[in-house]
Protein backbone atom coordinates (compact mmCIF):
# COMPACT_ATOMS: atom_id res chain seq x y z
CA UNK A 1 0.00 0.00 0.00
CA UNK A 2 1.59 3.67 -0.67
CA UNK A 3 1.88 5.09 1.81
CA UNK A 4 -0.56 8.60 1.39
CA UNK A 5 -3.19 6.05 0.81
CA UNK A 6 -1.64 3.91 4.26
CA UNK A 7 -2.13 7.15 6.37
CA UNK A 8 -5.12 8.33 4.92
CA UNK A 9 -6.74 4.94 6.43
CA UNK A 10 -4.55 5.03 9.60
CA UNK A 11 -6.07 8.95 10.43
CA UNK A 12 -9.89 7.43 9.40
CA UNK A 13 -9.78 5.11 12.59
CA UNK A 14 -8.34 7.40 14.44
CA UNK A 15 -6.52 5.17 16.83
CA UNK A 16 -3.61 6.55 19.41
CA UNK A 17 -1.39 4.00 17.41
CA UNK A 18 -2.70 5.52 14.45
CA UNK A 19 -2.14 8.91 14.72
CA UNK A 20 1.48 8.28 16.11
CA UNK A 21 1.93 6.11 13.21
CA UNK A 22 1.01 9.18 10.92
CA UNK A 23 3.02 11.58 13.14
CA UNK A 24 5.94 9.57 12.48
CA UNK A 25 5.27 9.14 9.05
CA UNK A 26 4.83 13.22 8.20
CA UNK A 27 8.02 13.58 10.13
CA UNK A 28 9.91 11.85 8.32
CA UNK A 29 8.98 13.62 5.21
CA UNK A 30 7.54 10.42 4.09
CA UNK A 31 4.53 12.01 3.10
CA UNK A 32 3.08 15.51 1.46
CA UNK A 33 0.16 17.33 3.17
CA UNK A 34 -1.51 18.54 -0.20
CA UNK A 35 -1.27 14.79 -1.78
CA UNK A 36 -3.00 13.37 1.37
CA UNK A 37 -5.50 16.38 0.80
CA UNK A 38 -5.87 15.28 -2.75
CA UNK A 39 -6.79 11.74 -1.68
CA UNK A 40 -9.12 12.75 1.01
CA UNK A 41 -11.48 13.54 -1.93
CA UNK A 42 -11.44 9.94 -3.09
CA UNK A 43 -12.04 8.30 0.22
CA UNK A 44 -15.64 7.14 1.08
CA UNK A 45 -16.71 8.76 4.04
CA UNK A 46 -19.52 10.77 5.09
CA UNK A 47 -18.49 14.19 5.05
CA UNK A 48 -18.65 14.61 8.76
CA UNK A 49 -15.65 11.95 8.83
CA UNK A 50 -14.07 13.19 5.88
CA UNK A 51 -13.98 17.18 8.13
CA UNK A 52 -12.29 15.08 10.79
CA UNK A 53 -9.18 13.45 8.66
CA UNK A 54 -9.30 16.67 6.91
CA UNK A 55 -8.20 18.17 10.21
CA UNK A 56 -6.22 15.24 11.16
CA UNK A 57 -3.89 15.95 8.41
CA UNK A 58 -3.58 19.38 8.90
CA UNK A 59 -2.03 19.18 12.10
CA UNK A 60 0.06 16.35 10.85
CA UNK A 61 1.70 19.58 8.97
CA UNK A 62 1.33 22.24 12.36
Known amino acids: MEA ?3 VLSK ?6 KDLDFA ?3 ATLGTLQRDELLRRLQDVVCTDEHRRLI ?3 VRALFT
Open 11 to 16: LGAGRE
Open 54 to 56: EAR
Open 4 to 6: HDL
Open 23 to 25: KSA
